[in-house]
T-cell receptor, first 114, second 111 residues
């Protein structure tokens, strides 16, 4: 069964450093999402791509976060500089056409900023 | 805007007990409704879904019925197992394909 791949699974970084996360969606899924999940809360959408275009980045802290999906396949989320409050699980998801079909999530990257 | 409200946890049960997690929603139009499950240390997995009123989603012994009149999508399982211990998220998706999640309900099943 096809899965969303993410790496790394765990990342520890010091505040003010740069960090990057990678996501490879399920083949054929044109829509890709990045979520942030703070411990004890539900996921919060950071950015949504349709192919290589950003559809929604209204919740992305653009002063320090950036996301790209240059060829419309895999995607990278970057934080620079990292802050203590960025410690969270970063989840990537992808979905096939049709809002009724749901999203399929990767295992996530757990970020700890020290 | 779209929102989901689900029962606060944590919920602790004994094996073979009946589980209900309440979920209500607010949305414009006719959203699709989902339950996701997150096991410790893992990402979210789609548990079940329903796309229109009166649809019943089911998977792994869990069921939920899309009730438009009460804007609800409560999750139920008749006999839980220790392996069902996880965090359960109710979510909805409207025309813009975004998922709006509830805060999650932590369920612990004791042997």
């Amino acid at each position: 069964e096809a899965e969303v791949a993410q790496s790394p699974r765990y990342k520890i970084t010091e505040k003010s450093q740069a960090v990057a996360f990678w996501c490879d969606p399920i083949s054929g899924h044109a829509t890709l999402y990045w979520y942030r999940q703070i411990l004890g809360q539900g996921p919060e959408l950071l950015v949504q791509f349709q192919d290589e275009s950003v559809v929604d980045d209204s919740q992305l802290p653009k002063d320090r976060f950036s996301a790209e999906r240059l060829k419309g396949v895999d995607s990278t989320l970057k934080i620079q500089p990292a802050e203590l409050g960025d410690s969270a699980m970063y989840l990537c998801a992808s979905s096939p056409p049709g809002q009724a079909l749901g999203q399929y999530f990767g295992p996530g990257t757990r970020l700890t900023v020290t | 805007g779209d929102s989901v409200t689900q029962m606060e946890g944590p919920v602790t049960l004994s094996e073979e007990a009946f589980l209900t997690i309440n979920c209500t929603y607010t949305a414009t139009g006719y959203p699709s409704l989902f339950w996701y499950v997150q096991y410790p240390g893992e990402g979210l997995q789609l548990l079940l879904k329903a796309t229109k009123a009166d649809d019943k989603g089911s998977n792994k012994g869990f069921e939920a019925t899309y009730r438009k009149e009460t804007t609800s999508f409560h999750l139920e399982k008749g006999s839980v197992q220790v392996s069902d211990s996880a965090v359960y998220f109710c979510a909805l998706s409207s025309n813009d394909y975004k998922l709006s999640f509830g805060a999650g309900t932590t369920v612990t099943v004791r042997a």
